[in-house]
């Protein structure tokens, strides 16, 4: 009989005796590899966070119509989304009801009804079973419509533009869930007038690495810069000290979301992480004095709401002619297996922006970032190689360390909530990452602050 | 627009085209970017759009929006200068490539400016992963200059709407 977590179903140890407990020790910053490579430790995470938690599932500008369809993941599973005929947005596990086939098998869909192509079962935009093949041949008691339509996503929330769904009724709302994180969203996503919208759509590739190097590098891992992408360096398209872009501060938000700013670019004239002026009085229009005085002081900002959406607001150049661009990407770091990634990676946009800052801001985005941008190339060599090397039993005997600038006392002064520290290098938003990822392992109701 | 006259396959313009494809997959499996290079104009547009599925009420595959490579000379000239420094790791060591190129398909817009489509299939090897293969199309626009033909616009059109190679570290 193994030991079990204290009121809930979940043992506490791994088959081998391992204690959950033991795989991240946030005080002492120590990290099991196996939380990388380990089929079993992927299993417990997806029972245990990614079929419970909030998960993003897309942008609202994806679909603007009623009859607009997206087909998405959720915890492993097939979903649509789809714009009805009231507007609303609802979303459904992907699969009939008779035999279990996908009622929508592409990327995206204009759709009057799902009807599926196996035996022609047909749902309307809001999920409803309205017609099957011979209902003639069915009798009452083997054939009620109204209970057959489509499996909805338990919970679908929005924020700021970003629809998210959880297979948990038991989870608290979205906006919960986020918690003081929306005050950091809003820098990104509330700024301007009419909010962002996705800039064509999301380019997806799949990388052979564990989600969790994604996304413990985009909680505020700002020293791997010099490192990893040292060749930007040698370009001379960062500055070269290397302690240059060490100022600013780790943020701690509520629930395991972390994120960290950056002062921008040793430029008199820049302010408002460099976006155009027009955009200056969206600010001041639409964020508190707290929120405006982070966004004017700062170039960068890049962090993960918790467990597996990133976001960075950044600005860079991806080329020797074009002036520093800004961008803003959200990424998904959807994990098909302990040591396979799928991401996708989102360009946006705020909807007023011109035409000469769309094309500047997309394509400083491609040249840098995405699959082929020259920072980001770089980041998936070194994702992978850690993952691959994670996998081995004797590797797995010794922790991976995390540990810089523990030290750092408490910023009383920032302006955000939760808890901040000053200088953008340092491990505490990494370890709050996965002292987060921890409590859900072994908690009932890790979302109970 | 101007109208697009077939050219005949082994007419000296298709030769000159199948030829200048030829040696380019060859600079490209041999690592010979900064010569690569030499043969593009100065105002080459090179973009390989993202591709999604999508029934055909819902918009094209490939977006017209959001690109893999989105490139000018300067940006091309910034990945070829970066994999000459010590610090390109996701080139080091370098893929192994072999782009093939076939169904070349030419033809004349103006004088000086001949458009080409052909099909690729190229493979990667890198360290001991299982090789990689990544399939298109491209087409191109070439201008005879006084040195030679270059490359104007290449517009890269992937098969795979999700990429399953884990960078865009080469070139198509």
């Not at chain 1, 979303?91 to 009801?97: E, M, T």
């Not at chain 1, 001379?236 to 100022?247: C, E, Q, R, T």
């Not at chain 1, 993960?304 to 961008?327: A, C, H, K, R, Y």
Request: proline share 6%.
């Amino acid at each position: 009989m193994r030991a079990m977590v204290e009121g809930t179903g979940f043992s506490a140890r791994l088959a081998d005796g391992t204690s959950l407990y033991d795989l991240v020790d946030e005080k002492r910053g120590r990290i099991s590899r196996r939380i990388y490579a380990d089929p079993e430790v992927f299993e417990l995470e997806q029972e245990r966070l990614f079929r419970r938690t909030w998960s993003f599932l897309a942008h609202e500008s994806e679909l603007p119509e009623p009859g607009d369809v997206l087909t998405r993941d959720l915890a492993g599973e097939p979903v649509l989304l789809v714009r009805g005929d009231d507007g609303k947005v609802r979303a459904f596990l992907n699969s009939c009801r008779h035999r279990g086939m996908r009622v929508c098998r592409t990327d995206r869909a204009k759709v009057k009804r799902f009807t599926c192509p196996y035996h022609g079962w047909t749902y309307s935009r809001a999920g409803a079973l309205i017609a099957v093949f011979a209902e003639d041949l069915y009798d009452d008691a083997h054939l009620n419509k109204a209970e057959l339509g489509l499996v909805p996503v338990a919970q679908l929330g929005s924020y700021r533009g970003l629809i998210f769904g959880t297979w948990s009724g038991d989870v608290p709302p979205l906006e919960t869930f986020l918690g003081n994180m929306k005050f950091y969203l809003d820098l990104y996503l509330g700024r301007s007038d009419a909010g962002t919208e996705v800039v064509g759509v999301p380019q997806v590739w799949d990388v052979d690495a564990n989600w969790k190097f994604a996304a413990d590098n985009f909680t505020g891992d700002n020293f791997h810069i010099y490192s990893a992408h040292g060749s930007i360096v040698d370009l001379g398209l960062l500055p070269p000290d290397p302690m240059a872009l060490s100022f600013g501060a780790l943020v701690r938000a509520e629930g395991g979301h972390v994120l960290h700013f950056v002062p921008g670019p040793p430029d008199p004239a820049f302010s408002h992480f460099g976006v155009p002026k027009e955009f200056v009085p969206h600010i001041e229009r639409n964020l508190n004095p707290a929120q405006q005085d982070l966004v004017k002081r700062h170039g960068y900002s890049v962090g993960t709401v918790f467990p597996n959406l990133s976001f960075m607001q950044v600005i860079v150049q991806g080329d020797f002619e074009s002036p520093p661009t800004p961008f803003l990407s959200f990424r998904l770091w959807q994990p098909l297996s302990a040591t396979k990634t799928r991401i996708s990676s989102y360009l946006l946009i705020e909807k007023e922006a011109s035409s000469a800052y769309r094309e500047a801001s997309s394509s400083a985005y491609v040249r840098t970032f995405g699959p082929s941008g020259i920072f980001e190339q770089d980041d998936m060599e070194n994702w992978k190689d850690c993952t691959r090397v994670n996998k081995g039993k004797i590797a797995q005997r010794h922790f991976l360390h995390h540990g810089m600038n523990m030290q750092a006392p408490r910023d009383e002064s920032f302006p955000g909530p939760g808890e901040a520290w000053p200088g953008s290098y340092g491990e505490r938003t990494q370890l709050a990452f996965y002292g987060e990822w921890q409590r859900w392992l072994t908690e009932a109701a890790p979302w109970t602050r | 627009m101007d109208a697009l006259t077939p050219v005949s396959v082994g007419s000296a313009d298709h030769n000159l085209v199948a030829e200048w494809l030829y040696r380019e997959a060859m600079l490209f499996d041999r690592g010979d970017m900064n010569a690569w290079l030499a043969l593009v104009e100065p105002d080459i547009q090179y973009r390989m759009p993202v591709r999604r599925s999508a029934t055909p009420g819902a918009g094209g595959d490939f977006s017209t929006l959001m690109y893999h490579f989105d490139e000018s000379h300067s940006s091309l000239t910034a990945r070829i200068k970066r994999l000459g420094t010590e610090h390109a790791w996701a080139e080091q060591p370098a893929s192994r490539t072999r782009h093939l190129v076939s169904n070349v398909l030419v033809h004349r817009a103006k004088e000086d400016e001949l458009h080409a489509a052909s099909a690729f299939i190229l493979t990667r090897g890198r360290d001991d992963d299982a090789i990689d293969i990544l399939s298109g199309e491209r087409e191109d626009v070439f201008r005879k200059t006084e040195t030679g033909l270059k490359l104007a616009r290449r517009l890269i059109l992937i098969d795979q709407t999700v990429l399953k190679t884990y960078n865009l570290s080469v070139f198509f």
